[in-house]
């Protein structure tokens, strides 16, 4: 685990990028891993998907499936992978600081 | 040259007449480090007999949720070269029909920017190409898709990249245009292929007969096997000359010294619906009760054809054994035309697509979903009527229930009475 600092905040990352816990989120997160994920400026439609995540993660203690994410945020998942260029698992899940979703190849 | 790591039970696996993809490795280590840990870190796994790959990293490029399966080894202390070792599966061309150009130009790509090494092809049909790092994945994704006008291909809960056999483009047998077939499909389910959606993996395979060469019923959640509705064509005068010994039986495939074809030992008696006969002078085959196993036709090319009335027969839900066992796929539309744009399959398609995202639990495959609500809800979502083609042997297992409401007049059913009645 490598740690990275910004803001005056340092957070735990694994190799790919992802937040070690989520306590440890906070908005600066965001802010930081933004540029890498290719987001310029971050909208309401953003943070619309990055909150469901959250409130989804909190409730189950799980990342919620595809389908549910596009369902309650109401986008299409080739719109989410337009707000989220590197798509819901990858960017979103890592922006909003959920542990990184484990699956099968 | 000396390589960097000692791999005496690797070097095992280099004797004996077989090929060795140790052998082969050790040719791309001579020039390339990352070959050289690859031998290091598998060598040491067979010491300790553990794994040192982690599983499951997630990486990609931006706009595709597959393609790129992340590794990463977990001894990077020991083989920094492998710290980052992700594979790229790239979508191969219908019936894997390339351009030595295009060939070469991949290896080109993947010898500068990754590993040098390439498994031609992973069992999904891909071409893999067998470890980079992170940030070689974008310029490489890049030269593929803009110089080589290449794609990436599936993985994760996607639609995988959909694989038929050679089909007409040298099989006289095919029923159906595998290469339209795959291609249409690929260019039409695009965003089920790049970006997952499905509760987990979704395969298409398309074989052209049924001697089905893709193994698309083994391997497929949705096999599209070609078929024919009419009769086998034959020419009962190439029938006697394979009994006359003139023509080698199955092609010369097994054999290469022409003799005579005992034609009840080894077509008749094998048939297994039994629907053929030997006049001594005509082959009859009573065409009703022939199942297309393409036996007879194999053996005896130049005599029996498929017929001219072709198209496919759509089965569903094959896989390995993961949360099951593995299973085969099985008929849900016993024939259909496949003629360009098929749009009649990829209707279906959309209902068994929205029945399986509805209903499937996470990683549970369709075959799987299938087995645990009953072929019937499968059907009914699909608005498929049952049909005894459906059943392996429908006069002696025959489990079609019947709704009340699609029988005339219908009925009544009282559980609790009928306990009532039938205590025991």
């Not at chain 1, 959250?54 to 549910?68: E, F, L, N």
């Not at chain 2, 019936?95 to 069992?123: P, Q």
């Not at chain 2, 009760?289 to 759509?314: E, K």
């Amino acid at each position: 685990m490598a740690a990275v600092e910004f803001k005056g905040k340092t957070f735990e990352v694994d190799e790919d990028g992802f937040i070690a816990s989520f306590d440890t989120w906070c908005p600066e997160w965001v802010d930081y891993v933004k540029a890498s994920e290719g987001i310029a400026e971050l909208t309401d439609e953003h943070w619309k998907v990055i909150n469901v995540l959250q409130d989804y993660y909190k409730k189950h203690g799980i990342a919620p499936m595809v389908r549910i994410l596009t369902k309650v945020t109401g986008y299409k998942l080739k719109y989410i992978y337009e707000l989220f260029p590197s798509g819901p698992g990858k960017g979103a899940c890592k922006m909003a600081g959920l542990p990184k979703p484990t699956g099968c190849v | 040259m000396a390589l960097k790591h000692q791999t005496p039970m690797l070097d095992e696996l280099e004797k004996g007449p077989w090929p060795s993809f140790v052998s082969d490795i050790k040719k791309v280590a001579a020039r390339k480090p990352m070959a050289e840990d690859l031998l290091g870190v598998l060598e040491l796994s067979y010491k300790e007999k553990e794994g040192h790959w982690k599983h499951g990293g997630i990486v990609g490029v931006f706009g595709y949720g597959g393609g790129v399966i992340g590794r990463y080894c977990d001894r990077p202390d020991l083989f920094p070269n492998v710290a980052h070792f992700h594979t790229m599966r790239v979508n191969q061309p219908a019936s894997k029909f390339y351009t030595t150009d295009v060939l070469r130009k991949i290896c080109d790509i993947w010898e500068a920017k990754g590993s040098g090494l390439t498994n031609m092809h992973g069992s999904t049909g891909d071409i893999i190409l067998l470890g980079t790092t992170t940030d070689q994945l974008e310029p490489i994704f890049y030269e593929l898709t803009h110089e080589l006008g290449m794609d990436l291909g599936g993985s994760g809960s996607n639609l995988r990249t959909p694989e038929g056999c050679v089909g007409k483009a040298r099989c006289e047998w095919s029923c159906i245009d595998t290469q339209d077939i795959i291609y249409d499909l690929t260019m039409t389910f695009q965003d089920e292929l790049h970006r997952p959606a499905f509760p987990y993996k979704f395969k298409f395979k398309c074989s052209g007969c049924p001697n089905d060469c893709v193994a698309a019923i083994a391997r497929s959640d949705c096999s599209i096997i070609g078929t024919w509705r009419d009769d086998i064509r034959i020419d009962q005068e190439a029938v006697r000359a394979y009994i006359g010994g003139d023509f080698l039986p199955h092609a010369g495939g097994h054999e290469s010294t022409k003799r005579a074809l005992d034609i009840q030992a080894e077509v008749i008696d094998l048939c297994p619906t039994h629907c053929m006969e030997w006049d001594g002078k005509n082959l009859k085959i009573d065409n009703k009760n022939c199942v297309r196993c393409m036996h007879c036709i194999t053996i005896m090319p130049r005599a029996l054809r498929p017929g001219v009335d072709t198209g496919a027969t759509i089965l569903c839900g094959a896989k390995a054994p993961i949360l099951e066992g593995a299973q085969l796929s099985s008929v849900i539309i016993p024939f259909i035309k496949m003629e360009a744009p098929y749009d009649e399959f990829k209707d279906f398609v959309d209902k068994l697509w929205n029945y399986w995202m509805e209903h499937g639990k996470n990683r549970e495959r369709l075959g799987e979903l299938i087995q645990r609500q009953g072929l019937g809800a499968f059907l009914k979502a699909c608005e498929i009527t049952p049909d005894p083609r459906m059943i392996n042997t429908p006069r002696f297992n025959p489990y079609i229930f019947y709704d009340p409401a699609d029988v005339p007049g219908g009925w009544e059913h009282d559980p609790k009475a009928f306990r009532e009645r039938h205590q025991a």
